[in-house]
């Protein structure tokens, strides 16, 4: 890939494309029968605009495994000289894939008005894990999403501390903890766990300043 600054008029055609109608709905967690849905970008689709936005050579991309199960994966996309990570998870290491280079992209601007968009619940069935018609949010400007079911108070302390881990700057060792166990853990005690090793991490980076 060619090292070289982009110009200001390939930034307006990156961040200004639209990708309506192609936005994927697919799981980022279950809870019982009900899934929590996450907007990502098809691969191809991503692809192809950065191909016309900016030519074949002028960007690339890596992904990196981080965990199988739970699926976890890193995504770096480089456009130009410039590089934005993005971490993404999903039922299954293609899903997670796409989250996880959806979120480098959006770190671009890239399909930000659709990334952006709220995550919602769904029925799950899981012998259709991919049916677009179980998964995807009715499309309606009058619709209202799914409640979200409430969270055990052991998750919502979890993710009180990932908020202050993500506001002093360790996000992404935070995320990688998390996934290990899953997101939340799959009983209390691991759940405890997580939240201990969390606090951990950032008592240890308050102690390097």
Sequence with gaps: MRNKPLSSEARDALTESSF???VIWQPAELQGDRARLQPVLPIPALAAHLDEAL???SWAYQLS?????????????????SARDGLGSGLHLEDASRAALSAAAAAFGIGEHELSAPHRWAP?????????????????STAQPSPEPVKP???????EMMERLKEAGLGLEAAKLSMRYGGYGSTLEESRQLYAQLRD?????????
């Design 124 to 140: 799950y069935d899981p012998e259709q894990p991919t049916a677009a018609a179980t998964l995807a949010p009715a499309h309606s």
């Design 201 to 209: 991490l950032l008592r240890e980076r308050s102690g390097d300043d």
């Design 65 to 81: 495994v981080i965990s199988v199960s739970p699926a976890v994966v890193h995504a770096r996309l480089e456009l130009g000289g």
């Design 55 to 57: 030519g074949i050579e």
């Design 153 to 159: 108070k052991a998750h919502q302390h979890i993710d």
């Design 20 to 22: 309506e109608g192609q």
